[in-house]
């Protein structure tokens, strides 16, 4: 299967700051990732598909880049509200597989 | 608005069985594909299984590939993950997902609450 490794596993930023995630296949999975949000106690929040598309009504402060084998995940001025679990996710190829998560927390 | 609430997670002994339903509402519920997706305590998300929007095509992943059936009625707009030979490490949230596409499973636009299986005797 291809396996998602996201780095780093927590992030410490300070708010209006920039956070930067990485996502890389261990195969490419050409554009076909995707990312998602999660907050304890609630569904996960699809951000992004298609490397780099946003889903409708994220804000454009979350931006996706990338191709093949390495990913980015640009949050570009952290709001209160953008503490979270972030996961990576390819569609390229069976099983759907996610990376362990990148947890965003306030430094 | 779009819906999904899922059911029937619960306590079950090591070799049982339960039967997960998703009920959907606020979508034409035969357009898109449907996913199972589930997370272990304190652990991150593992995909489970995936539906077309017909209903014939499906996936699995490969630890529950002839324990787990994935299903689908369109006349209740409903989704059912079938789960039998439970294992210990089967207890995990299910959450059901519905995909931004109608033919294969991969991108998963809207979800459910989840439901909590626990495999324990």
């Known amino acids: 299967e291809t396996v998602m490794t996201q780095s780093p596993a927590t992030l410490s930023v300070s708010p209006g700051e920039r956070a930067t995630l990485s996502c890389r296949a261990s195969q490419s999975v050409a554009y076909n990732l995707a990312w998602y949000q999660m907050k304890p106690g609630q569904a996960p929040r699809l951000l992004i598909s298609g490397a780099y598309a946003r889903a409708t009504g994220i804000p454009d402060r979350f931006r996706g880049s990338g191709s093949g084998t390495d990913f980015t995940l640009t949050i570009s001025s952290l709001q209160s509200e953008d503490f979270a679990v972030y996961y990576c996710q390819q569609y390229n190829h069976w099983p759907r597989t996610f990376g362990q998560g990148t947890r965003v927390e306030i430094k | 608005e779009v819906q999904l609430l899922e059911s029937g997670g619960g306590l079950v002994q090591p070799g049982g069985s339960l039967r997960l339903s998703c009920a959907t509402s606020?979508?034409?519920?035969?357009?898109?594909?449907m996913t199972w997706v589930r997370q272990a305590p304190g652990k991150g998300l593992e995909w489970v299984s995936g539906?077309?929007?017909?209903?014939?095509?499906?996936h699995y992943t490969d630890s529950v590939r002839g324990r787990f059936t994935i299903s689908r009625d369109s006349s209740t707009n409903t989704l059912y993950l079938q789960m039998n030979s439970l294992r210990a490490e089967d207890t995990a949230v299910y959450y059901c997902?519905?995909?931004?596409?109608?033919?294969?499973?991969?991108?998963?636009?809207?979800w459910g609450q989840g439901t909590l299986v626990t495999v324990s005797s």
């Open positions: 997902a519905k995909d931004l596409r109608l033919i294969t499973p991969g991108v998963f636009d809207c």
């Open positions: 606020g979508f034409t519920f035969s357009n898109y594909a």
């Open positions: 539906i077309s929007g017909s209903g014939d095509n499906t």
